[in-house]
């Protein structure tokens, strides 16, 4: 508690008609009026700490904000600001626990005192940590590109924010149009902040997992527009059904804390945007996913939008834990480099977010494809032999299970 925190509560303080009044009434009533002046002071402090929750965190971040400090601070409750400073904090959190799961991959490794140096060539541990490169854009804004490359744990990690703004490109406008968006203007200014990762691991049996939440303000004559979207899906290389059902009761709670109606319809809308058609399979085995979501409210959305990403890490570590020293072989890694292939069809042929990325001008091409794995495989006319754990994926990618549903038959049946 501050001291201009109590003295300006003590000017508030209407019941006792100020401060003036209080020194002379009796030393009780003086004590109470302290009392009481401080639980106002310190529910206001404890208020303002949380409305300044992600500018205290301007020193955790992996780089500065796009936005000036000072103009962060000023525009508190401008959801522009809010959305940029709950993305900086998401970046930084996963970034950490990613390189954390790397530095914990080597505790185990001898030491220079444990090798022989006659039969042994010493080599220094390696630190697998993020490449941090801040970048900005003459039309506004910019974003801040972390990428881990050849880690132990993970191949490749991209973990991007960008928050832009300027006038939407023709081909966005449409592409806006296209779902529904009724935009008036032909040249209408726009503000788009989100964070996006894909996160490619070394072991087969850990699945990749991609998320992206974004937030969109676009202006016309009729005034702004706003909407929120994104998602978490996780594609694995095998199939691990504890693991799908894990992933997917962790969004699931997610999802219910803000409305009961939004996993199932979510789950769903992910499974078929997560499509490849000319495949006939998914990507993946799905999460949640959504777009243009405008309801109930701006905060509301907002606070759903949070705990959503704040569900990642909860939903994926456990996974990479179980298995990142799993054993694996050479048919392990060319299945891997296989799937990895038809990620690459799916994010150049279809993601709505990469072609809006290249789009829009000024466009960050290294950020953009950050997705792409490290190594990817394209074999002719592939087919996995039959009831081969492959062939167990492929089915699951053809025909989605309801992952929640499985979870309680299975709970169920070990109760009876």
């Given at each position: 508690?501050?001291?201009?925190?109590?003295?300006?509560?003590?000017?508030?303080?209407?019941?006792?008609?100020?401060?003036?009044?209080?020194?002379?009434?009796?030393?009780?009533?003086?004590?109470?009026?302290?009392?009481?002046?401080?639980?106002v002071?310190y529910?206001?402090?404890?208020?303002?700490k949380?409305e300044?929750?992600?500018?205290?965190?301007?020193?955790?971040?992996?780089?500065?904000?796009?936005?000036p400090?000072?103009?962060?601070?000023?525009?508190?409750?401008?959801?522009?600001?809010?959305?940029?400073?709950?993305?900086?904090?998401?970046?930084?959190?996963?970034?950490?626990?990613?390189e954390?799961?790397?530095?914990?991959?080597?505790?185990?490794d001898?030491?220079?005192?444990?090798?022989?140096?006659?039969?042994?060539?010493?080599?220094?541990?390696?630190?697998?940590?993020f490449?941090?490169?801040?970048?900005?854009?003459?039309d506004?804004?910019?974003?801040?590109?972390?990428?881990?490359?050849?880690?132990?744990?993970?191949?490749k990690?991209?973990?991007?924010?960008?928050?832009?703004?300027?006038?939407?490109?023709?081909?966005?406008?449409?592409?806006?149009?296209?779902?529904?968006?009724?935009?008036?203007?032909?040249?209408?200014?726009?503000?788009a902040?989100?964070?996006?990762?894909?996160?490619?691991?070394?072991?087969?049996?850990?699945?990749?997992?991609?998320?992206?939440?974004?937030?969109?303000?676009?202006?016309?004559?009729?005034?702004?527009?706003?909407?929120f979207?994104?998602?978490?899906?996780?594609?694995p290389?095998?199939?691990?059904?504890?693991?799908?059902?894990?992933?997917?009761?962790?969004?699931?709670?997610?999802?219910?804390?803000?409305?009961?109606?939004?996993?199932?319809?979510?789950?769903?809308?992910?499974d078929?945007?997560?499509?490849?058609?000319?495949?006939?399979?998914?990507?993946g085995?799905?999460?949640?996913?959504?777009?243009?979501?405008?309801?109930?409210?701006?905060?509301?959305?907002?606070?759903?939008v949070?705990s959503?990403?704040?569900?990642?890490?909860?939903?994926?570590?456990?996974?990479?834990?179980?298995?990142?020293?799993?054993?694996?072989?050479?048919?392990?890694?060319?299945?891997q480099?296989?799937?990895?292939?038809?990620y690459v069809?799916?994010?150049?042929?279809?993601?709505?977010?990469?072609?809006?990325?290249?789009?829009?001008?000024?466009?960050?091409?290294e950020?953009?494809?950050?997705?792409l794995?490290?190594?990817?495989?394209?074999?002719y006319?592939?087919?996995?032999?039959?009831d081969s754990p492959?062939?167990?994926?492929?089915?699951?990618?053809?025909?989605?299970?309801?992952?929640?549903?499985?979870?309680?038959?299975?709970?169920s049946?070990?109760?009876?």
């Amino acid at each position: 508690m501050t001291f201009n925190s109590i003295t300006k509560s003590l000017r508030t303080l209407s019941y006792v008609g100020g401060y003036k009044k209080i020194r002379d009434r009796p030393y009780r009533l003086y004590c109470a009026a302290i009392v009481g002046t401080g639980f106002v002071a310190y529910h206001q402090l404890k208020k303002n700490k949380a409305e300044m929750k992600e500018i205290m965190q301007l020193k955790s971040y992996m780089a500065e904000p796009i936005t000036p400090v000072k103009q962060l601070e000023k525009n508190q409750k401008d959801m522009k600001t809010q959305m940029e400073l709950l993305i900086m904090r998401i970046q930084a959190e996963f970034c950490r626990a990613l390189e954390k799961e790397e530095d914990e991959a080597w505790e185990d490794d001898k030491t220079a005192d444990q090798y022989d140096y006659e039969k042994d060539i010493f080599m220094m541990q390696p630190e697998a940590k993020f490449k941090v490169d801040r970048w900005l854009r003459k039309d506004g804004g910019g974003g801040i590109t972390c990428v881990l490359q050849d880690g132990r744990v993970f191949e490749k990690a991209g973990v991007n924010i960008s928050v832009v703004s300027g006038t939407l490109p023709q081909a966005a406008v449409q592409q806006m149009r296209s779902r529904g968006k009724n935009l008036q203007n032909s040249d209408l200014p726009f503000f788009a902040a989100g964070v996006s990762a894909v996160i490619h691991p070394r072991n087969p049996m850990v699945p990749t997992i991609h998320f992206n939440y974004r937030y969109f303000e676009v202006k016309d004559k009729d005034g702004v527009q706003w909407w929120f979207g994104g998602g978490t899906d996780l594609t694995p290389y095998y199939l691990n059904e504890e693991d799908a059902e894990h992933f997917h009761l962790t969004l699931k709670e997610a999802c219910d804390e803000h409305d009961k109606s939004y996993y199932e319809k979510y789950k769903k809308w992910c499974d078929d945007y997560f499509s490849i058609p000319h495949r006939g399979e998914r990507r993946g085995l799905g999460g949640i996913f959504f777009d243009d979501l405008d309801t109930p409210d701006q905060q509301s959305a907002f606070k759903f939008v949070t705990s959503c990403a704040e569900a990642v890490i909860p939903s994926y570590l456990p996974i990479v834990k179980k298995h990142k020293e799993d054993g694996y072989g050479y048919r392990e890694r060319q299945w891997q480099l296989l799937r990895r292939g038809r990620y690459v069809e799916f994010n150049l042929m279809y993601d709505r977010g990469t072609k809006f990325g290249l789009h829009t001008p000024e466009a960050r091409y290294e950020s953009i494809l950050m997705s792409l794995p490290l190594n990817a495989k394209w074999e002719y006319m592939h087919v996995p032999k039959e009831d081969s754990p492959e062939e167990k994926l492929l089915k699951v990618l053809r025909e989605p299970l309801d992952w929640v549903k499985l979870h309680k038959e299975k709970q169920s049946r070990a109760t009876t």
